[in-house]
């Protein structure tokens, strides 16, 4: 990641965005499996009775992976520059969808940017608090047995636990089944994933098989987590495994459940 980020800023002094040629092509080539998710999270919001905006191409990275690394003063200026985007836009409000970057810019950016008033949720505490306003009854087409991943950042960070179940409970049809109370919630197994997959690929793809391997002991049909990075560890491990299981975000289930409610 150093020597990656060292040679996108050499390209940059000599006016070659990097970064953005790279997105720009990958983007033409190979399809973006979250584009759904995205689109249909806006959608459940809006099915909720929330009047969102959203600035599509022109949204910002929150910059979480140059903290992470250790490249705080390129953070700092990214992050100070994200919140005047913001603030020229009118945003007064952020709905965050991936866990790191919610946590990013509720928790981080306020060390780092003078006078951010940005109010910042995640999207299960939106959605968990909108449909107990409003008494929404989604439901399954047929049963569905569930076990539910927790993402690091979202249970632990963001300390967001009982939410998703809450949703998961009002769901007609389906059936939530956990793994022992020390794999669950905020003592969830990592799944090797939110980097660990490119910075030592061996090690996460056994902390996948070993978290795969819990959640299979609960004999559900359908894995669910919140996370691009968690997701695709668990579609892998599964994969790996030959398990007979179907690995979900989150956002798709619900959607299928409230799709015509």
């Known amino acids: 990641m150093d020597k990656s980020l060292r040679m996108s800023k050499a390209f940059k002094k000599m006016g070659?965005?990097?970064p953005g040629i790279t997105a720009k092509v990958s983007g033409a080539t190979v399809k973006d499996r979250y584009t759904k998710v995205?689109?249909?999270s806006v959608k459940i919001l809006q099915k909720l009775g929330l009047d969102i905006g959203y600035m599509y191409e022109?949204?910002?990275c929150c910059g979480s992976p140059l903290y992470y690394a250790g490249f705080v003063d390129e953070y700092s200026a990214h992050a100070n520059e994200n919140f005047e985007k913001f603030k020229s836009a009118g945003v007064k409000k952020i709905i965050g969808l991936i866990p790191a970057c919610t946590a990013s810019l509720r928790?981080?950016?306020?060390?780092?940017v003078k006078g951010y008033d940005l109010e910042v949720d995640h999207f299960v505490k939106v959605v968990s608090e909108r449909m107990g306003e409003l008494k929404i009854k989604p439901g399954l087409k047929k049963k569905t047995v569930v076990a539910y991943h927790d993402p690091c950042q979202l249970s632990r960070y963001l300390g967001l636990v009982e939410e998703p179940r809450e949703i998961l409970g009002q769901i007609e049809g389906?059936?939530?089944r956990e793994p022992d109370s020390?794999?669950?919630?905020?003592?969830?197994?990592?799944c090797g994933g939110g980097g660990l997959e490119a910075s030592n690929p061996q090690l996460a793809k056994r902390l996948g098989k070993r978290r795969m391997e819990e959640l299979l002991e609960t004999e559900a049909s359908v894995i669910?987590?919140?996370?691009?990075?968690?997701v695709m560890q668990l579609r892998g491990a599964a994969k790996g495994l030959r398990a007979k299981v179907k690995v979900m975000d989150f956002v798709d289930l619900l959607w299928e459940s409230l799709d015509g409610s």
């Open 224 to 230: 669910l987590s919140h996370c691009p990075a968690c």
């Open 174 to 176: 389906l059936e939530l």
């Open 107 to 112: 928790d981080i950016y306020p060390r780092y």
């Open 182 to 190: 020390e794999q669950r919630g905020s003592w969830s197994t990592c």
């Open 38 to 40: 995205l689109t249909l």
């Open 16 to 18: 070659l965005d990097l």
């Open 58 to 60: 022109k949204e910002p």
